[in-house]
């Protein structure tokens, strides 16, 4: 049944719903995305790091299908899953929640990546990181679950680090879900010296640490943070800003320093990774 518009034109009850729907469709997706801005001054001449943090509309973050929870070698289990670089007496922690094709995740780990290194080899620092599957539930789609499952496997190899680097370096553009296929994250550990082995290659295809990604997204979710990445300095967020202070690679710095003031720097065996 229609109804006449004040136009003259028959319109449809049921169309001018659907296209209600399409415009409270849009408002959201505006407002999911929020673009922030986080300066990065270094010796490079990085000026700044442009982050996309996607706050709700996440659905089940492709954690349904997921199978029993098979923690990676010498990660954290729990309620707050967590692959740990690092020297694991350091006096701070850094904890990243990121999603593997997260656009800001990669800009940040792309930008704060060798400062994270070199904070994390003078013991000054250990990094936990959190992966969740935010942009699976929010565009449809495994990849964000396949990355992160392939990313364990690595820690299983003890190459979490150079393939976790190697992900970002490499993130495909976020509507292409092309970490979906595992031939793919088996074509880029190619890029880390001994980790395309048969046993990597099982457990990415076979997705071992599927039930445990789940459980990080799942711990995410609780977490009530805004999107990815959310990042903590010893449990206070510093991504975009800390206080009053942007976050830049000095920063960074000043804060770890600071922090650990009257602190002995780690010394012990740096984690697997």
């Known amino acids: 049944m229609s109804e006449k518009n004040p136009d003259g034109r028959n319109g449809s009850a049921r169309e001018r719903l659907k296209e209600q729907r399409e415009r409270e469709k849009a408002r959201e997706k505006r407002r999911r995305v929020l673009i922030v801005s986080a300066a990065v001054v270094g010796v490079l001449g990085l000026a700044a790091v442009v982050g996309v943090i996607a706050a709700g509309g996440d659905k089940d973050g492709g954690s349904d299908k997921a199978g029993p929870v098979v923690a990676p070698s010498g990660a954290i289990d729990g309620e707050k899953p967590a692959i ?13 929640w990121e999603d593997f094709r997260c656009p800001a995740c990669a800009a940040f780990e792309n930008a704060f990546r060798d400062t994270i290194h070199e904070l994390e080899a003078s013991g000054a620092l250990k990094t936990e990181y959190h992966l969740a599957t935010l942009i699976d539930g929010n565009m449809g789609g495994s990849g964000s679950l396949r990355a992160a499952n392939a990313a364990a496997c ?35 550990a190619a890029k880390v010296p001994g980790l395309d082995t048969p046993a990597f290659r099982s457990c990415v295809e076979e997705g071992t640490h599927d039930g445990w990604v789940a459980a990080s997204h799942e711990a995410f979710k609780k977490g009530s943070f805004r999107g990815t990445p959310s990042v903590l300095l010893n449990g206070e967020a510093i991504f975009p800003t800390k206080g009053n202070e942007q976050i830049s690679k000095e920063n960074l710095k000043k804060w770890v320093a600071e922090a650990n003031k009257g602190k002995k720097p780690g010394t012990a065996s740096p984690s697997a990774g």
Do not use: C, M, W
């Open 84 to 96: 740990v670089t690092g020297r694991p007496d350091a006096p701070s922690t850094l904890a990243i």
């Open 154 to 188: 690595a820690q299983d190899a003890g190459k979490f680090t150079p393939y976790h680097d190697t992900l970002y370096i490499n993130q495909p553009p976020e509507p292409d879900d092309a970490f979906a296929k595992n031939a793919k994250l088996i074509e880029l």
